[in-house]
């Protein structure tokens, strides 16, 4: 069992930045591929950006060169940090341990407000 627990997010006028942080806690795999993903009102959740254990980033287009993905594997923490936010970023956040199992934690609203 695995639990995620997301904080940071909040209200960031466009152009600012904000950093998400996510707790995994439980039985933690040493190989895992953890993720960020998002949901706006009305909209499907999407990715947004993994990192396996080994470091490896992807990101989807829309956040590359403002959003970086890091993780801290001694401290089960993972980031987000979002620069130069867009209001079309304001969404839910998630995490999720996307391999070897299946867990996400409860969300973060972050809100841009043009």
């Known amino acids: 069992q695995v639990q995620l627990v997301e904080s940071g997010g909040g209200l960031v006028q466009a152009g600012g930045s904000l950093r998400l942080s996510c707790v995994a806690s439980?039985?933690?795999?040493?190989?895992?591929?953890m993720g960020w993903y998002r949901q706006a009102p009305g909209k499907q959740r999407g990715l947004v950006a993994t990192?396996?254990?080994?470091?490896?980033?992807s990101y989807v287009d829309s956040v590359k060169g403002r959003f970086t993905i890091s993780r801290d594997s001694v401290k089960n923490m993972v980031y987000l940090q979002m620069n130069s936010l867009k209001p079309e970023d304001t969404a839910v956040y998630y995490c999720?341990?996307?391999?070897?199992?299946?867990?996400w934690g409860q969300g973060t609203q972050v809100t841009v407000s043009s």
């Open positions: 990192i396996t254990s080994g470091g490896a980033m």
């Open positions: 439980g039985s933690i795999p040493s190989f895992n591929v």
């Open positions: 999720r341990m996307v391999r070897p199992w299946d867990y």
